[in-house]
């Protein structure tokens, strides 16, 4: 025997059903103050503070990761050319 109940309703009486909490305030209050950091970043046309507030933390901790990650791609561009690292033009390895 198979039963089928089909229940119309919104989701805030779903939510409400379950006992979920409204997270609408709080939505509308986190979209507020991120449209306010974004209308107070792009009025100074400032993009070194607006990357630092879209990805905190990156803008400091992005450049020496980037240094060190390009350093060792080209020691390793160099030991499949089979040049040292630092010198310009120098020869194979046979």
Known sequence: MKVTINVECTPEE??????????????TAMMDEMQKRMKDGMASMDMENLMKMWMPGTAATAMPGLDQFQKMFWDSM?????????KKGGSKKS
């Open 14 to 27: 779903a939510r409400t059903f379950f006992g979920l909490p409204d997270v609408q305030p709080l939505q």
């Open 78 to 86: 160099a030991a499949a050319t089979g040049t040292a690292s630092g």
